[in-house]
């Protein structure tokens, strides 16, 4: 995946409607659901070894930077806009995975290999969560990396720009994305009108590589 | 604070259905000093519903989780209407408002269908054998908690100096597998913070050597508290010595560390108004379904003291369970909470 390089006014692709899109290519993952028996308390492994995971099937990603920022579009189909955490459900939700050092495993990272999630949910407004990781269930709500989230809804459809600063404002505990860098994402996405959360969601599966146009 | 203990404790709690008079000071006691705050207003972390009844949340009993042969069962998380509760009222217009001679107090908003006691005093039985008791329930700070090994991220904990399962709200991300996987749905959801709350035993008062607000608010000196492993309290002899105290439905294969001596209740009345000597309106086969089969055995070592008493004898049992001095409920925890002076913390 590249993050393509544009010249546009400042803060332009913040927008998920913004015509400046068109210029960044665009990617279609393939999602699949967690798998439970590979979930980590027994309680979750149980109670969801029968039913489906992964309610999405496909996040359409696109992503560009303007040699400040970095930005990424995220599309998916989910008919139903679940915005809260209500009575017998959960929000929505997306988030995008980066390895913080070449060893991390895709599944959340592990104790001397963490990863960085930008984790957005509709209740969270404009302000993602910048989370570390080491394994399935240590995510931590980490130090702000000053992303910021806006989104849309289409047609049945959720739209989603995910920001930050090309340069980490946290340490260690969020990816640097500079031009010429080259790293890994992931992308999941919960649907959280069919109970997903947590460890439950549609994931893509292996890292893909990222590469930051100069 | 207290020591860290080497070996694990665990704080029990007894309560005598025989005494309950559903007076729901215990649900009021712990309402008032836990659940005020934003997004509280529909728990009560102690309920006292009438049995038979679908308690609270309503038909708890049938929403799975616990454990069943050993692996954990499927639960479901209570919505906020089936606990009910948290309703809001016209305070504004009866108190303040100058209407309260032309409107009476009534609920604002969406009508209510459930309530933390909306079925109190129904029972079961017809007259003159209509039947019901009482039943105080809470967190029961079981040995095995569904809930915290159904937490993926550890947030829900049993602590080791006394067995008090505690939640660390900063760890929780509100994805509510704690609340489908207590058997006694006593998990509250609060939906303002995200973040899953529960009856925390009062462990700020236990710390400091006061009994939980439930217990020492109850007028009827009915709720006991103290060390399982403590051979001369209360709690020990009533469990483990002379078994009168049983644990609520251990089917659900939690080890609940909250028991309840059950209740005698009384004989059935003959058509002819007569007393049926020897006979329990409340019946056996009901009480087995909430406390297991050894409730019969606990019925009759009650009954047996009660009628050793009665021919002016001497019972331990029931010396215990009548409460001459309420020091006797409490074990070390008889500290009068009125001599702390407790430091508020801000943030």
Known sequence: MLVKRLTTAPRAL?????????????????????????????????????????????????????????????????????????????????????PLDG??????????????????????????????????????????????????????????VLARALRSAAGGAAVDLLPGAKTSIAVAVWDGGAGERAGLKAFSQSWRELSVET | MAEQATQPRQIAMVFDLNKCIGCQTCSVACKVLWSRNEGQDYQWWCTVNTLPGKG????????????????????????????????????????????????????????????????????????????????PRLCNHCTHPACAEACPRGAMYKRK?????????????????????????????????????HCILCFPRIEQGVAPACARQCPGRLAFVGYMDDPAGPIHKLVNEWKVALPLHPEYGTEPNVFYVPPVGAALINPDGSVAEGTDRIPADYLESLFGPEV??????????????????????MDTLIVYHWESLFGPFTRDPATIQWVSEVG
């Open chain 1, 103 to 160: 060893e991390a495993p895709i599944s959340m990272g592990s104790s001397d290999h963490p990863v960085n999630a930008w984790y957005w949910r509709p209740d969270l407004e404009e302000t993602p969560q910048n989370l570390t990781a080491r394994g399935r269930g240590t995510v931590k709500n980490d130090v702000d990396a000053g992303i910021l989230a806006r989104s849309a809804r289409g047609d049945g459809v959720w739209k989603l």
């Open chain 2, 296 to 317: 019969h055995a606990a019925l009759a070592t009650l009954k047996g003291e009660m009628a050793k008493t009665r021919a002016g004898g001497k019972s331990d049992v």
């Open chain 1, 14 to 98: 913040l927008d998920p409607d913004a015509a400046e899109w068109a210029a960044a290519p665009e990617e279609a993952l393939a999602l699949a659901g967690t798998p439970a028996e590979g979930q980590v308390s027994r309680y979750v492994r149980s109670a969801w070894k029968d039913r489906a995971i992964g309610a999405v099937k496909e996040v359409r990603v696109r992503a560009a930077h303007d040699g400040q920022s970095v930005f990424f579009r995220l599309e998916w189909q989910d008919a139903a806009e679940d915005r809260a955490h209500v009575e017998g459900s959960f929000p929505d939700a997306a988030a995008l995975l980066f």
């Open chain 2, 56 to 135: 609270s949340p309503k038909d708890w009993e049938t929403m799975g989780g616990g454990y069943e042969n050993g692996e954990p069962k499927v639960g479901l998380a209570p919505t906020r209407s089936q606990f009910g509760g948290g309703w809001q009222f016209n305070y504004d217009e009866v108190f303040y408002g100058g209407k309260g001679r032309e409107v009476p107090l009534h609920v604002v908003g969406e009508e209510p269908t459930w309530g933390p006691n909306w079925d109190e005093d129904q029972g079961a039985g017809e007259y003159p054998n209509a039947y019901y008791f009482y039943m």
């Open chain 2, 161 to 197: 100096e006394d067995g008090i399962v505690l939640r660390d709200e900063e760890r929780c991300r509100g994805y509510r597998f704690c609340a489908e996987a207590c058997p006694y749905k006593k998990i509250y959801f609060n939906y303002a913070r995200k973040v899953s709350q």
